[in-house]
């Protein structure tokens, strides 16, 4: 519950940001808008491309939900 509510409100700043940014203001502290999980919240091990940590990016991987990555075995 508490990851969710951080999300969010991450999410809420970055829409500020961005709002800011197309007016031409510059962001006060743009350090202090992380880039967090979309499923669990965590801010480390993030993947861009993905929107999601590692650990739910291998989870989703595994289960084929990713499309275009495979699990490499060798």
């Known amino acids: 519950m508490a990851r ?4 969010v409100k991450c999410e809420r700043k970055k829409e500020a940001a961005a709002k800011r940014h197309a007016a ?11 880039n967090r999980c979309k ?16 650990i739910c990016f291998r989870e989703l991987a595994s289960e084929g939900k990713i499309s275009g990555v495979k699990k490499s075995s060798w």
């Open 39 to 54: 499923l669990c919240g965590k801010i480390h091990g993030y993947m861009r491309k993905f929107q999601v940590c590692r």
């Open 4 to 7: 969710t509510s951080i999300t």
């Open 24 to 34: 031409g203001k510059a962001i006060k502290f743009p350090t202090r808008i992380y």
